[in-house]
DNA sequence: ATCATTGCAAAAGATTTGCAAGGTC
DNA sequence: GACCTTGCAAATCTTTTGCAATGAT
């Protein structure tokens, strides 16, 4: 295991509702980690690739991500099957958990960030963290009563959220069904 | 509204383990009500395949459906647009409830049968229902923090289940992350 | 020098759409 | 007869893969 002082780094700074959780190492020093862990090389548009998703803290798809970026031609592009394979490898490393939203596949933070779980807007869109201890403690609940070893889980509350109902106060029309 | 008799039809045997709701309509006499509420028409696809989605009481996607059903050339058979189309009209019409897994959308039985959540075994990819009102409970209460209206929610606990895990005892291997 | 990684082009898989022919009301 | 639906073919969208060139160790 290769040494490291174990000072605890501040991560982007977080706009983040939950707060954020003390880390050793920064997602960059992380991944270099399990990169030489695995025999893996540290390249160039890997380095790009955890910059560009820790720089800001949302939920994004590799869409969005390809946007962040320089485009073709530029410094620093990256292709986009190096942006699928890059995300695939951060969610081995543990730098980001992946869920699927309207038939693609969305990504967040998980690398020193709280476990959380979200409301969705079928409105606005907009995803809304939120935490819960003892929906953890009810899901082992449930999934020790089926001798279910549990591994993670993933829940989203659909809905219309604080904003958009105000807005929708006056001009309503007939709600999607989920 | 148009008439028919309220009595309670018996819905397809169930190896359900969560048992069944009280339904006046049957989920065909349901869809054409919608079909007639809609102007829409009483096809002989949208017949067939409420016939072969409510066969069976279990999950299944777009493909699993076409399998179902004859092949091209024999009487019965529905396109694979069709089939597409028509399960978006099950779910607008509150018969079938659709979730996202590993990238494909997933149907299951709404009308008639009660609410509930799924564990999912990474190693048989089997969909184990659970029902808990405590969760409800729960998910309204921290909606209601947010000023957040629900319209519903998709749950599912991702690990091992318990045949799987027996199964295992002898032959592990790498935890998949989720 | 070895061998992992990248970018390109193309493939793959799921779902959707334009449209002419056919079916339902 | 009006017009909604279907099936076909093709398009779309997201993600993945084969492979030769490039780059990291």
Same sequence: chains 1, 2.
């Avoid at 025999?39 to 690739?49: A, D, I, S």
């Avoid at 530029?74 to 038939?103: I, M, Q």
């Amino acid at each position: 295991m290769p040494a490291d002082d174990t000072q605890t780094r501040a991560l982007p700074p977080a706009d983040f509702s939950l707060g954020k959780v003390e880390v050793a190492l920064s997602p960059l020093e992380r991944f270099e980690e399990y990169l030489r862990s695995r025999g893996m090389r540290n390249t160039e548009q890997r380095r790009l690739l955890v910059d560009a998703v820790f720089s800001h803290h949302d939920h994004f798809d590799a869409d969005a991500l390809m946007v962040r970026l320089p485009s073709k031609g530029a410094a620093g592009y990256v292709s986009r099957p190096t942006v699928y394979r890059t995300l695939s490898e951060f969610v081995d490393a543990g730098l980001l958990r992946k869920f699927e939203l309207n038939g693609r596949s969305v990504y967040e933070h998980d690398y020193g960030y709280p476990q959380h779980d979200h409301m969705y807007c079928t409105q606005c869109h907009e995803l809304i963290e939120f935490q819960s201890d003892e929906l953890l403690r009810l899901r082992d609940s449930v999934a020790a009563k089926h001798r279910f070893s549990v591994l993670g889980h993933r829940l989203i509350v659909i809905g219309v959220c604080a904003a958009c109902r105000s807005a929708r106060r006056r001009s309503r029309r007939k709600q999607d069904r989920v």
